[in-house]
């Protein structure tokens, strides 16, 4: 059997954390088996839809690398087909025209409620006479059109995550509605579980894989194969994605959406990364870094959890600065030269480029996310520095004068300034004054950066004399040891 699945999401929001996932799922699956992955756009729900969410899924699939085989397919320009399934189901009397009105439906519901039942549809116009249709229709009563669905059938399913999932046809709510806004001539607008059937059966899907929120559609869709005499798909139904107090992540929880952690600065690679780990792993748990190509060899959806999964920013900062810490010096500047324009840094990307890659492969280690060089940055391309008080504390103590006095003095007679004599120069300093080489080491980065933390210090001296600051600022650190 060749596999083919699909992803299909409502362009109703940004593309969402666990449709992408769901997505990961489903290209995984697919590429495991060598078979389809389709992209399907759900936009049925013609005034929630918008075309901007619609290129921001499809912007947000390919930046994460999910490419699909066939699509993207829109529902909206199926509407035909849908009319045909309803006009079968209609003539082999598995659906009829309801005319009840919502004011009824409330006072059903409000029957039920108050008998202590659950509320559902009772099926009341399942067997209308034509006299009865005809007499709703002159009071311009526009029917649904509802789906039979009995009360005694059970409906079973082997899931490829939950295992065996098995519902009673009571529970499902009564006859349901497959199109609203009907009218005897006319099918008016299908809905969700028709239309996803529909495409489902067209597009010939053999493994429908999707969010766990959708389980309680399951069966009432497996009734809608059989009524439309088509094979029924295998279902898998993936955890959802929590929050750290175990909700469904939602929008109040912050970021949701795959272009937002773009814009954060986590790579693409990462994310689909730690995407794949929520609520999957490998035979192999001690392996959590692969490539989705990596990830595809070994992926097996029975190993998906049935338990939520929790939505971790420790882990995925942490995934993604495996990333960023591996990433090629050439590649990694590439995409930090443009953070760095944006943060209005003047650079020039011909005649500074070794000099950027060298201050890349500075911050390289300590970056988690690819905005944090941004800060890391800033005194690399910022010519004048205050002194933070921590520096200006540490410039203020006894040996800092001296310390950088003997470190200028060394610097006129200098023949140049690079890693091997700019450590001889320290120590030198350290032997004259009889001081520790750590106080000698936190005069000069207090001097040189302002700050007291920082990457490397020769590195960052080299980086910052080649710009022609470094003497400078060395100057005016010792200036300040002597000010009170
Ligand atoms: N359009 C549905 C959603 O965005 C997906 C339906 C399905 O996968 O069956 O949740």
Redesign the pocket.
């Known amino acids: 059997m060749t596999v083919r699945v699909?992803?299909?999401?409502?362009p109703t929001g940004n593309l969402h954390i666990g449709?992408a996932r769901?997505a990961v799922f489903n290209w995984l699956f697919a590429r495991h088996h060598q078979g389809q992955f389709i992209l399907r756009v759900?936009d049925t729900d013609l005034e929630r839809s918008q075309p901007q969410y619609t290129q921001n899924i499809i912007d947000g699939l390919t930046w994460l690398g999910l490419t699909w085989d066939e699509g993207p397919f829109f529902q909206s320009e199926r509407m035909d087909l849908y009319g045909q399934a309803v006009k079968t189901l209609l003539e082999r009397g598995l659906a009829y025209h309801c005319y009840c009105t919502p004011a009824e439906l409330d006072a059903m519901r409000d029957a039920q409620k108050a008998r202590g039942e659950a509320p559902r549809y009772d099926n009341r116009h399942r067997n209308l006479t034509p006299e009865e249709k005809a007499a709703f229709e002159a009071e311009g009563r526009k029917p649904v059109i509802r789906f039979k669905i009995e009360d005694s059938r059970e409906i079973s399913w082997q899931d490829l995550v939950r295992d065996r999932v098995t519902w009673q046809g009571r529970d499902l709510g009564g006859d349901m509605v497959i199109a609203r806004a009907a009218s005897s001539t006319d099918i008016g607008q299908p809905l969700?579980n028709l239309v996803?059937v529909v495409d489902?059966i067209d597009m010939q899907i053999s493994h429908?894989i999707?969010?766990e929120?959708?389980i309680g559609?399951t069966p009432k869709q497996i009734l809608l194969y059989e009524a439309l005499g088509a094979a029924v798909p295998e279902f898998g139904h993936t955890p959802l994605i929590l929050n750290q107090t175990g909700q469904k992540l939602s929008k109040r929880d912050g970021v949701t959406s795959i272009s937002d952690f773009q814009d954060m600065g986590f790579l693409a690679p990462a994310l689909v990364n730690y995407m794949t780990l929520l609520g999957w792993s490998p035979v192999d748990a001690a392996q959590e870094l692969f490539s989705l190509a990596e990830a595809a060899q070994v992926f097996e959806i029975g190993r998906v959890t049935k338990a939520g999964a929790k939505f971790d920013w420790d882990k995925l900062d942490w995934v993604n600065s495996q990333y960023l810490h591996t990433m090629p010096i050439p590649e990694l500047t590439d995409r930090l030269i443009p953070l760095w324009k944006a943060a209005g840094y003047t650079l020039d990307t011909q005649t500074d480029r070794p000099w950027l890659e060298q201050l890349t492969t500075l911050l390289a280690p300590s970056l988690t996310r690819l905005k944090d060089a941004v800060e890391q940055a800033q005194v690399f391309f910022t010519p004048e520095r205050p002194f933070g008080e921590e520096a200006q504390a540490q410039l203020h103590q006894d040996s800092a004068s001296a310390a950088l006095a003997t470190v200028l003095e060394g610097l006129e007679s200098l023949p140049e300034l690079n890693a091997e004599s700019a450590k001889t120069l320290i120590n030198q300093g350290v032997k004259q004054l009889g001081v520790k080489k750590g106080v000698v080491m936190r005069s000069l980065r207090a001097a040189l950066t302002g700050e007291v933390h920082g990457p490397d210090l020769i590195e960052t001296w080299l980086l910052l004399h080649q710009r022609g600051w470094a003497t400078p600022r060395l100057e005016q650190g010792r200036s300040l040891t002597t000010q009170p």
């Open positions: 699909r992803i299909a999401p409502s449709t769901t759900e969700y996803v489902d429908v999707r969010g929120d959708h559609n």
